[in-house]
């Protein structure tokens, strides 16, 4: 279970987002919680994933693929307890919640695509042209961006690290980090970043140049 701040539907996106800073706790629909009538209402993508069925895919004619993208991008994942969130550019986007969690610092994995939404409010970026592709060298800005988050936690600041999805270049940069300051692999890493956030899944060169 994955502890995880989630924003509503868009189309509920001016009611205030659903928040829970629990550890590893979900909203009682990401849980299962309420029957199978409530697991085959897909449409509002509120289901984790994980509690769905095959079957329920084929009956409202949503692959699970899409299904789980839909999911993931309106969660807010936080990766280390009371400082580093994980994400993707819908939540950056969303002022309300992430003043509500605090965040004074955002990586933007996707500036081609992602603007830095909260620089005029004070908040400081540290924003890369990256590409999810086989052909990028994301290993160049390891270093750039490990020194970036080490600075954050000297501050005492909070830190949301984002791209598109919130799966491969983000993912990527955070586990990055975990290999340099924690000296473990990248094996021990990918599997932290999973029990956090479960749609985490770099690109093979990006898993290349991690090891």
């Known amino acids: 279970m994955q502890n995880v701040t989630q924003i509503p539907d868009q189309s509920e996106l001016n009611q205030p987002p659903m928040a829970n800073r629990d550890h590893h706790k979900q909203p009682a629909s990401a849980q299962g ?8 209402d897909l449409c509002s993508f ?10 329920d895919f084929d009956f409202n004619g949503t692959s699970r693929k899409e299904y789980e993208n839909e999911f993931w991008k309106r969660v807010c994942s936080e ?22 969690i605090g965040i004074t610092h ?9 603007e830095d939404y909260m620089k005029s409010d004070g908040v400081t970026y540290k924003s890369y042209h990256l ?23 000297r501050q005492k600041g909070k830190v949301y690290v984002h791209c598109v999805q919130g799966i491969s270049r983000s993912a990527t940069i955070i586990i990055a980090y975990k290999i340099f300051t924690e ?29």
């Not at 509120?46 to 079957?55: A, F, G």
């Not at 990766?79 to 509500?100: H, N, P, Q, V, Y």
């Not at 094996?187 to 690109?203: D, F, H, L, Q, T």
Request: hydrophobic share 35%.
């Open 183 to 211: 000296k473990c692999t990248y094996e021990e890493a990918y599997e932290y970043m999973k029990s956090r956030r479960g749609c985490v899944n770099p690109n093979l060169k990006f898993i290349l140049q991690l090891r």
């Open 33 to 40: 919680q309420g029957g199978d009538t409530e697991a085959k």
């Open 131 to 153: 590409k999810d592709h086989v052909a990028e060298d994301i290993s160049c800005v390891f270093y750039d961006a490990i020194e970036f988050i080490q600075n954050v936690k």
């Open 106 to 114: 955002v990586i933007n994995c996707a500036a081609d695509y992602s």
């Open 46 to 55: 509120q289901v984790n994933p994980s509690n769905i069925n095959e079957e």
């Open 79 to 100: 990766i280390i307890d009371d400082f580093m969130w994980l994400g993707s550019d819908l939540i950056a986007r969303d002022k309300e919640t992430l003043g509500k």
